[in-house]
């Protein structure tokens, strides 16, 4: 992933990748991430955040559950520090 601040407003993007292997299957189960998030600061000690991620997956198992489960996910917070 990366980041990148201009005065109070950082903002960043990743992307995050996992395979395991699965006994018996000629696949791995695959899991994928992206996400980006920003950050303002608002005064000392004090900033928002939020951040909108995409996750997906892929099993060796075609008929499980999970199979080509995908999602969006969106988080917003808050931090105070002193």
Known sequence: GLSYNVDAWTV???WAHAERE????GDDNVID???VTGSY???PGI???AGLFYTW???ADDSASNDDYDAI???VGSSISF
Not at 22 to 25: D, I, L, N, Q, R
């Open 12 to 14: 960043g993007a990743g």
């Open 22 to 25: 699965v006994e018996g299957f």
């Open 33 to 35: 991430r992206v996400g």
């Open 41 to 43: 600061d608002m005064g």
């Open 47 to 49: 900033a928002l955040d």
């Open 57 to 59: 997956t892929d099993t």
């Open 73 to 75: 996910e969106f988080s």
